[in-house]
């Protein structure tokens, strides 16, 4: 089945510390998102990329970087995570047959930042 | 202002009751909206999108009222696997997804 997937599932790192969120997907979308969920907020963008070369800042960018490696992965990188990083990260993509308005979500990965 | 606001619950009913929630929103050029289903740690999954003349999925009902700018969520006939957070999903043009923060509902035995 087409999926959407996420690793790490969980991942406990140190306040300064580089780490890497990776996505991939089967179901050959051509946009893909990363948000976060914080305890009482919504998801919040942190970036989306509606193709290999075409890659935009959402709404809370500071402090991430995203790579597109190729049209079934996009990856999300925090250079110096800091305990506010703390939080559910789930990627996500959006099915072009339906207007891009329904987005399907991976897993998720918890992030702890000490 | 939240561009998307919620009422957070919880909300506790009796299995078989009829439970609505509502979800408003602050921007009129508004074009598409949804709700979503997200059970406790796990990934949120489209529920059903909500029409303008308003739209039935079996126990769900979903309405919309752009001159008030909200729209509704009904269950009817709670059933103990409605346990989730609901998400109110608004879309405003391309690629801009507003999430609300999710109304919580427990439906007890």
């Known amino acids: 089945d087409a999926d959407v997937t996420q690793t790490p599932r969980n991942r406990i790192t140190k306040t300064g510390k580089r780490i890497m969120l990776e996505c991939s997907q089967t179901k050959g979308h051509d946009r893909m998102y990363w948000y976060r969920q914080d305890p009482g907020l919504g998801l919040q963008l942190i970036y989306y990329?509606?193709?290999?070369?075409?890659?935009n800042k959402g709404e809370i960018s500071d402090g991430y970087s995203v790579s597109r490696q190729a049209q079934a992965k996009f990856s999300l990188s925090l250079e110096s995570a800091i305990p506010n990083q703390t939080a559910l990260y789930f990627c996500a993509t959006s099915d072009p047959r339906k207007g891009y308005n329904e987005q399907f979500f991976g897993p998720g990965t918890r992030l702890t930042v000490l | 202002r939240k561009e998307v606001e919620q009422d957070p619950g919880p909300f506790n009913v009796p299995e078989g009751a009829t439970v609505a929630f509502n979800c408003t929103y602050s921007n009129s050029a508004s074009q598409s909206f949804f709700w979503y289903r997200q059970d406790c740690r796990k990934e949120p999954k489209l529920l059903m999108s909500?029409?303008?003349s308003g739209n039935e999925d079996g126990r769900f009902t979903a309405q919309l009222n752009r001159a008030s700018q909200y729209i509704s969520l009904l269950i009817r006939d709670s059933k103990l696997s409605d346990s989730a957070t609901y998400l109110c999903v608004v879309n405003t043009g391309g690629f801009k997804t507003i999430f609300g923060a999710g109304t919580r509902l427990f439906v007890k035995a």
């Open positions: 990329s509606f193709d290999v070369k075409d890659i």
């Open positions: 909500v029409y303008s």
